[in-house]
């Protein structure tokens, strides 16, 4: 689903490019497989509140398969081992500043 600057949009990026998924309800319903909308319903109107942001997140999440792939493969990567183009977050001077409370010093 493409987004426009007028919808909101969860940004997730991948090899380096940020892609826009839907940030609405109604947007992530639309944007999703038809077989998964009755359990995208299902988990909406069940969903705490306080839990809510991040159960959207991950559906949003799942209205691009082939960005969950490449998550999938990614961490099998990881997982044996294999950290090939990874910077580690000390090397990332921006967050290099950062201390253990998430601000800087």
């Known amino acids: 689903m493409s987004q426009t600057p007028d919808e909101p949009s969860f940004s997730v990026y991948d090899g380096g490019e940020e892609i826009a998924l839907p940030a609405t309800v109604g947007g992530i319903r639309r944007a ?4 998964l909308r009755p359990e995208f ?3 909406v109107e069940t969903t705490p ?3 809510l942001y991040g159960e959207l997140a991950a559906w ?3 209205t691009r398969p082939d960005l969950l ?3 999938e493969e990614t961490f ?6 294999d950290f090939t183009g990874f910077t580690p977050a000390e090397e990332i001077p921006e967050l ?3 201390d253990g409370r998430g ?3």
């Open 32 to 35: 999703l497989a038809s077989e």
């Open 41 to 43: 319903d299902s988990a």
């Open 49 to 51: 509140a306080q839990d």
């Open 60 to 62: 949003a999440l799942k």
């Open 69 to 71: 792939a490449r998550q």
């Open 76 to 81: 099998r990567r990881l997982e044996r081992g």
């Open 96 to 98: 290099a500043l950062l």
């Open 103 to 105: 601000s800087g010093t």
